[in-house]
């Protein structure tokens, strides 16, 4: 396989029922970094019980816009859980950014949120706390043993559909019954 052919990036991981850990259980993982270094992705349809309104007030931002300040908070995985990210569409010069793929970018810089709060951010956009992180070979590892599927992403699955069903429409696409799948693997 090629490193091209192995790439995961804007990719979504769909967790299988092999995963019991709670955090990962029924999760879609958007994976933003993946390299012969190791994995690094963002937990996209699990909700904290904090609002934008909690992290404005934490970081000391004005927002007047009630239905901003009502957004949810994502948790995106168990790592730096005090590190913010915003993963949106619209690019800007926001300070601490990179380009995931075309349209999708990830911001950590505190720009981003101030922006937000003025109505003058992203149109689309999840605010998401920690992130999920692979060392080299371990997804790789994870996937073999059927703990993950893959599947495509796209604006329409990260920003438009409900927390709840974004790992059942990610699963839908792959066009198979998830009963089926085995939960040992082998080479053949």
């Known amino acids: 396989m090629t490193e091209d052919k192995a790439n995961l990036v804007d ?25 012969k270094d190791g994995t690094m992705g963002l937990v ?10 909690d992290i404005f007030i934490q970081l000391d931002i004005e927002c007047l816009d009630e239905a901003i300040k009502q957004q949810p908070v994502f948790i995106g995985g168990p790592v730096q859980l005090e590190q913010g990210f915003v993963l949106h569409t619209t690019t800007e010069n926001w300070q601490k950014s990179a380009e995931i793929s075309p349209g999708i970018h990830l911001t950590s810089s505190m720009d981003i949120l101030q ?9 689309d956009y999840l605010v998401i706390l920690g992130f999920s992180g692979w060392a080299s070979g371990q997804l790789e590892s994870e996937l073999q043993q059927n703990s993950w599927l893959t599947s495509a992403s796209g604006a ?27 939960p040992v693997s082998g080479n053949a």
């Open 11 to 35: 990719k979504c991981l769909i967790a299988t029922p092999a995963i019991k850990d709670p955090l990962f259980a029924s999760s879609l993982v958007y994976i933003c970094e993946h390299s």
């Open 44 to 53: 996209i349809n699990h909700q904290t019980n904090q609002t934008l309104e």
């Open 115 to 123: 922006a937000i709060a003025d109505n003058k951010g992203p149109e």
């Open 156 to 182: 329409e699955l990260l920003f438009h559909k409900q927390p709840g069903d974004k790992w059942q429409m990610a699963f839908d696409t792959l066009g198979f019954d998830i009963s089926m799948l085995s």
